[in-house]
């Protein structure tokens, strides 16, 4: 089990904005190896409660919240991340799960028994809190992203485009997935991470870029965007 926990904070921007950014950043940090030529692929699958209580306490500002999720960076991979990310006042904690790729099948049909296997309480936990409050499959969410990174203060930047979602599926392993984009194809999303506080330098960049803070999250954007479709 893994345990993270940082300064979050998000923008949106052009993509123009995106790119000139992107390339001042990459003059003064490292590039995420996964990155290659165009960046990298995240999806996950996002699990809630029956009356989709994560949803809402995102959406009303609750000062404690969760969410859980499963990952993937690529449908062909053996093994995906089972994380849960809570809020703790200014700060995100998460901790992940690694899991092979049949058990993450499983978690993703709604079936969490393959985590009693796993010897890691935080395996147990995550068994106890789906099972006793029902969590189920929500959404998939997919997009593309670039990352810097900086050791100190274990700064990371990332800038994700081309975001979209589906309901109709859970399988994060399909190579067929019927998505959405969630967001104008034209935006990106900014997330800088941070333990302490970010480097001059690295600040004064994200400063004099042209951005709007973002107060929703992928998942939030991808559920309203499916309400939204469904009318």
């Known amino acids: 089990m893994n345990s993270v926990l940082r300064e979050e904070k998000k923008f949106l921007l052009s993509i123009d904005e995106a790119l000139r950014l992107a390339h001042r950043l990459g003059g003064v940090m490292a590039v995420d190896p996964h990155n290659g030529t165009h960046g990298y692929i995240v999806r996950s699958l996002y699990f809630d409660t029956v009356y989709d209580r994560d949803f809402y306490e995102k959406l009303s500002g609750a000062e404690l919240r969760r969410k859980i999720r499963l990952r993937c960076y690529d449908p062909g991979a053996d093994f995906a991340m089972l994380e849960i990310k809570q809020k703790q006042g200014e700060k995100q904690k998460k901790r992940s799960l690694r899991v092979a790729r049949a058990d993450a099948a499983r978690i993703a049909a709604g079936d969490y028994t393959p985590l009693l296997s796993y010897p890691e309480p935080f395996a147990a936990e995550c068994y106890a809190v789906m099972r006793t409050l029902c969590y ?5 969410v997919e997009y593309n992203r670039k990352a810097f990174i900086a050791k100190e203060n274990k700064i990371r930047v990332t800038f994700d485009s081309r975001i979209s979602a589906t309901e109709s599926c859970f399988d994060i392993f399909s190579g067929a997935l019927d998505l959405n984009p969630v967001i104008d194809p034209y935006d ?10 970010l480097l001059s330098y690295i600040k004064g960049m994200l400063n004099s870029a042209d951005k709007s803070e973002l107060s929703v999250s992928k998942y939030v954007l991808a559920r309203q965007n499916a309400c939204l479709t469904r009318l």
């Open 136 to 140: 189920a499959p929500k959404t998939v």
């Open 188 to 197: 990106v999303v900014l997330e800088v991470k941070f333990n302490g506080f």
